[in-house]
């Protein structure tokens, strides 16, 4: 890992410095970005020691994290009636189906249309990339259980809701994890596109502003923070997964090996 | 207590897919299972012995007949009971479920019918467990964590917890050696002798079923239907030694030549259907 990210930091300070291409020279190098990131008083205004730094890592945060809950409180159950109830799939799938094309950035002038204000319609666009996916993985996540586990079920006596809270809930658990380690993923992407059109703070905003302000090192550093903040929402997520389902982890590897007789 | 857990199936018929090209699964199926009986169901693939099981189950219906349970009806072609606590099916590829320990399983029946507490249930799962040789020690593993011959000692377990009236077999042992299958053999004389349980087990294991069972029931090819009915008259308990015994072979034989000639029927059916 550290050889990979070492090789392609010495690569892009190559690429700037030296290539013969007028189109790399335009870029920041990597020491330029660096130093102006720990900078107590950065030539563009922004930097680790600055306020204005965390306020745009807080709102952007604050909006993936509000349009991420949105996601997985609607996008589970909804999943989840649409994997174990057939006639509910006919209806809401087709809808889903046909909604799910539309690229979410296509949303933002009716968002901002029927949302009072910027932030809701930026939030807006985000949730919906996180909640398809967070739905359409519950969805699999239900179907990719074994009916034998439904039958077993009946056979012992379980009723509806015991159907859903002791086999359709931890049988799609893992797969509901992927999905929300997607969604989070998704919600990033579409998070910036949205901060870019329609929002006064955030790490996309500031990406376009540097970027029209001619303030090229900020745009890495808006860059480099945003693959940190992306991959650590990932983790907490992969994280919580796994202690989710431990029994998946326990059911595998050197367990197995000592148990088995 | 009066024996309980007698099967009546009165000439079933089952057909998939009435409207195109129906499968004949079933065809005049009829025989009674005294309560209490090991009966053993074996023929070629696809001859309908999980249809059937499945219809006792109560995940399926058939399309004439009727089949009874202590002559309460459990399915006609209009309705079919709910899959109850009363008949419980142990699966072909083991149904325990993964995400609850040993222990959660077993006790997962009395929970749920709120027969018993959480409390209680499992310390009947650990007696249980116990009583089938000491296993407690894997009470709180997951089932993934034991070979697959405990899997199924504790699938069964779990559907002996309920005190069935019926047990239904899928094929259980298909995918086990020859070393754990006899012993789950044993164990599942030792349950038969013990609970008195109805017992309906498919098997492709002639062996295995002229071992375990009082009857042997042997199917006919698609469409099934009950071709031969062998009483075992072997005597309890049974043990591993009985098998090279003169009248097992003479069982065994009579077995052999009633599956090999639907086995035959099937195969060259297949091959017209294939022509």
Known sequence: MVLGITSSILLWYGLVKWTPFVAFNRLPDPLTVFLEWISTDPDYGVSIFTKDYYLHILYSTYRAIVAFLLALILGVPLGVMMGWKANFNAYAGALLDFLRPIPPLAWVPIAILVLPGDEPAVIFVTFLVAFFATTLNTLLGVRSIDPDFFRAAECLGAGPSDILRDIIVPGAMPTIFTGLQIAMGAAWFSLVAGEMIAAQYGLGFMILESYNLVQYPTIVIMMATLGMVGYASSAIIRHLGKRMVRWRQESTGLAQALNTQ | ?275
């Open chain 2, 1 to 275: 207590m009066t024996k309980s857990g007698a099967i009546s199936i009165n000439a079933v018929q089952k057909i998939y897919d009435p409207e195109n090209a129906a499968v004949h699964a079933l065809e005049n199926c009829t025989c009674e299972i005294p309560a209490g009986r090991f009966i053993a169901m074996v023929g070629p693939s696809g001859c309908g012995k999980s249809t059937l099981l499945n219809m006792i189950a109560g995940f399926d219906m058939p399309s004439k007949g009727t089949i009874q349970l202590d002559g309460k009806l459990l399915a006609d072609p209009s309705t079919h009971t709910r899959p109850d606590s009363d008949r419980v099916v142990v699966f072909q590829n083991g149904a325990l479920f993964p995400w609850k320990t040993v222990l959660e399983n077993i006790a997962y029946g009395p929970i749920v019918q709120k027969k018993l507490t959480r409390e209680h249930a499992e310390n009947e799962a650990l007696r249980l467990l116990r009583k089938a040789g000491n296993l407690e020690r894997i009470a709180n593993s997951f089932p993934g964590q034991i070979s697959s011959g405990m899997q199924r000692r504790v699938e069964i377990l779990r559907a002996l917890i309920n005190q069935p009236k019926v047990l239904l077999l899928d094929e259980p042992f298909r995918a086990m050696d020859t070393v754990s299958k006899s012993k789950m053999h044993q164990h599942l004389l030792d349950i038969h002798q013990r609970f008195q349980t109805t017992i309906l087990l498919i098997t492709h294991d002639l062996v295995e079923a002229i071992l375990l069972a009082d009857t042997v029931l042997v199917m006919t090819t698609r469409p099934g239907t009950i071709k031969l009915n062998i009483d075992v008259d072997l005597p309890r308990p049974r043990s591993n030694d009985m098998i090279v015994s003169e009248h097992f072979t003479k069982l065994q034989k009579q077995a052999i030549a009633a599956v090999h000639e639907e086995a035959r029927k099937a195969f060259e059916r297949g091959e017209k259907e294939l022509a």
